[in-house]
T-cell receptor, first 111, second 110 residues
Framework: SAVISQKPSRDICQRGTSLTIQCQVDSQVTMMFWYRQQPGQSLTLIATANQGSEATYESGFVIDKFPISRPNLTFSTLTVSNMSPEDSSIYLC????????FGQGTRLTVV | RKEVEQDPGPFNVPEGATVAFNCTYSNSASQSFFWYRQDCRKEPKLLMSVYSSGNEDGRFTAQLNRASQYISLLIRDSKLSDSATYLCVVPYSGNTPLVFGKGTRLSVIA
């Protein structure tokens, strides 16, 4: 199993600002995943964070908007840049071995 | 194209009822399948994994039909605590990335 500590759990931000979300895992993992869950929707993969190389982004997501850091095998950050109300969502980090484990999520509201 | 489609919800059932959800997937090469449960304002948590034809765990049974590319989840003797959203999840490249269905919402009513 894996225990993931994600913070902040929620935030209300002004449009045009940026928010950095942190995830700490209790074990070393090669890949960490960042998801977005918009209201009433399922999880959509934003990017895969690899230690020692650039993150791999899914279609529709770009590094300038969602820069990711992966400084070591237990930690990653996702920044939501230049926020607009459309970025209001839940953001989740995840790791996988035989199953996927998730952080508690960050509920972001952009006003 | 990566697609996982689920029954539209919500399902409102009385306690003790049996309820079944279906999920179809588009990638015939997928080898493993998962049902996750997500409570309101919580992160998803694994309910069941399906690697062969099916899996059973207490009141929960998952079945896989590879020919028709669908997975089902059966819940017997529903409890109030079963109320949640159930997500069908299919990996599309080995174990990653995971593709999530939109979820089926279940409400068990006393």
């Amino acid at each position: 199993s894996a225990v993931i500590s994600q913070k902040p759990s929620r935030d209300i931000c002004q449009r045009g600002t940026s928010l950095t979300i942190q995830c700490q895992v209790d074990s070393q993992v090669t890949m960490m995943f960042w998801y977005r869950q918009q209201p009433g929707q399922s999880l959509t993969l934003i990017a895969t964070a690899n230690q020692g190389s650039e993150a791999t982004y899914e279609s529709g997501f770009v590094i300038d908007k969602f820069p990711i850091s992966r400084p070591n095998l237990t930690f990653s950050t996702l920044t939501v840049s230049n926020m607009s109300p459309e970025d209001s969502s839940i953001y989740l980090c995840s790791v996988m071995n035989t199953e996927a484990f998730f952080g508690q999520g960050t509920r972001l509201t952009v006003v | 194209r990566k697609e996982v489609e689920q029954d539209p919800g919500p399902f409102n059932v009385p306690e003790g009822a049996t309820v079944a959800f279906n999920c179809t997937y588009s990638n015939s090469a997928s080898q493993s399948f998962f049902w996750y449960r997500q409570d309101c304002r919580k992160e998803p948590k694994l309910l069941m994994s399906v690697y062969s034809s099916g899996n059973e765990d207490g009141r929960f049974t998952a079945q896989l039909n590879r020919a028709s590319q669908y997975i089902s989840l059966l819940i017997r003797d529903s409890k109030l605590s079963d109320s949640a959203t159930y997500l069908c999840v299919v990996p599309y490249s080995g174990n990653t990335p995971l593709v999530f269905g939109k979820g089926t919402r279940l409400s068990v009513i006393a």
